[in-house]
């Protein structure tokens, strides 16, 4: 059975590595979009929103990015000029996001990538920061 899964990816972003190494610790080989080297479109930003359940303010990337100095955390900027400014500057995205056939999410934290697979990693497995999200018996801790 397949079970084809696609990680937007910034391999600079802990989290991001993280995901992956997630994924990966399942038995999957996802396919990897670097977002910064492909870019975005509005119609695929859009698409991948309405598929997660979030807004563009909801994916909006505002530690560690131009965000704020962009002027973009005001609450008057509407969803347009933060998908333009998205495309623009791709690391204004949030991520990762990950899209499998059980649905799309922003996966921060790290975890909750775990919603998304068919198979549940083997344990034990902890995050980067040490955290333990899955036992040496295979049970998810969070």
């Known amino acids: ?23 990966q610790a399942a038995g999957y080989q996802p396919t990897v979009i670097d977002y910064l080297a492909e870019g975005w479109t509005r119609p695929q930003l859009l ?18 990015s ?19 400014a998205m495309i623009t500057h791709p690391i204004l995205v949030n991520r990762p996001i990950v899209c499998t056939p059980k649905g799309v999410r922003l996966c921060r934290p790290s975890e909750v990538v775990l919603d998304l697979l068919g198979q549940m990693p083997a344990g034990p497995l902890a995050k980067d920061d040490g955290q333990l999200i ?6 998810r801790l969070v």
């Open 1 to 23: 059975m397949s079970f084809p899964i696609f990680i937007h990816h910034n391999p600079d972003c802990g989290t991001s590595r993280n995901v992956l190494r997630i994924i």
């Open 134 to 139: 899955i036992d040496a018996e295979g049970n």
């Open 66 to 84: 131009p965000a704020a100095a962009m002027g973009l955390t005001a609450p008057a900027v509407g969803d347009d000029q933060l998908l333009e």
């Open 47 to 64: 698409a991948l929103f309405a598929a997660a359940g979030i807004t563009p303010r909801q994916a909006l990337r505002i530690a560690r």
